[in-house]
Nanobody, 127 residues
Framework: QLQASGGGLVQFGGSLRLSCTASGRTFTFSRHVMGWFRQAPGKEREFVVALSRSGGTTSYADSMKGRFTISRDNAKNTVYLLMNSLKPEDTAVYYC????????????????????WGQGTQVTVSS
């Protein structure tokens, strides 16, 4: 099970850090690629970033590079998404996802690549 948290209301130019914590006796967090997606009202789900099991390799959507940073703490079964310089167009529900394959096996920009999904956390950026 994946539990996303940390969303909320933030002003234009502000920052927010999202967390996604994994639980479950059979779920080994450190053996899963982790990803973040977002979905704005009336729009399709959009890829944000993916992170390898070790945390050493990332794949960002071009529009997120430089403002968003993904990281993970395998000891805490948690992946983070630090979002800086937020804009109103970043307003969306943010979802974390996980998959047990190797980072080099999947097309992580595709939602179908992930076996597990969290419930989402709302991020609202005011202008």
């Amino acid at each position: 099970q994946l539990q996303a948290s940390g969303g909320g209301l933030v002003q234009f130019g502000g920052s927010l850090r999202l967390s996604c914590t994994a639980s479950g006796r059979t779920f080994t967090f450190s053996r899963h690629v982790m990803g973040w997606f977002r979905q704005a009202p009336g729009k399709e789900r959009e890829f944000v970033v993916a992170l390898s099991r070790s945390g050493g390799t990332t794949s960002y959507a071009d529009s997120m590079k430089g403002r968003f940073t993904i990281s993970r703490d395998n000891a805490k079964n948690t992946v983070y998404l630090l979002m800086n310089s937020l804009k109103p167009e970043d307003t969306a529900v943010y979802y974390c996802a996980a998959d047990p394959r190797s980072f080099f096996e999947g097309r992580w920009y595709r939602g179908l690549a992930y076996a597990y999904w969290g419930q989402g956390t709302q991020v609202t950026v005011s202008s």
